[in-house]
């Protein structure tokens, strides 16, 4: 359950918006993550070095986003925000 606007109260959101916000961001980096390893799958089996390439450069991107936001999320948790 997330918090709606002017309503601070924790007791009855155990996660705030922000804390929801990065968990929901960092399991669709992890999902992407995932799944980028079948489109590498399906770029080699298809000959497509490009392809490849490119899938790989997004995987890539996505680690390092969601290694950002790992370290964002540890912050919103310890200190409720950055």
Do not use: W
Not at 8 to 37: G, M, R, W
Not at 56 to 62: S, T
């Amino acid at each position: 359950m997330v918090q709606t606007p002017g309503n601070n109260t924790q007791t009855q959101n155990p996660v705030s918006n922000l804390e929801y916000d990065f968990l929901t961001v960092l399991h669709n980096k992890a999902e992407a993550i995932k799944a980028y390893e079948t489109y590498i799958n399906d770029a080699q089996q298809a000959g497509s070095q490009p392809c490849v390439e490119l899938f790989q450069k997004l995987r890539q991107a996505d680690i390092e986003h969601a290694q950002e936001i790992r370290h964002h999320l540890q912050q919103v948790l310890q200190h409720g925000k950055m």
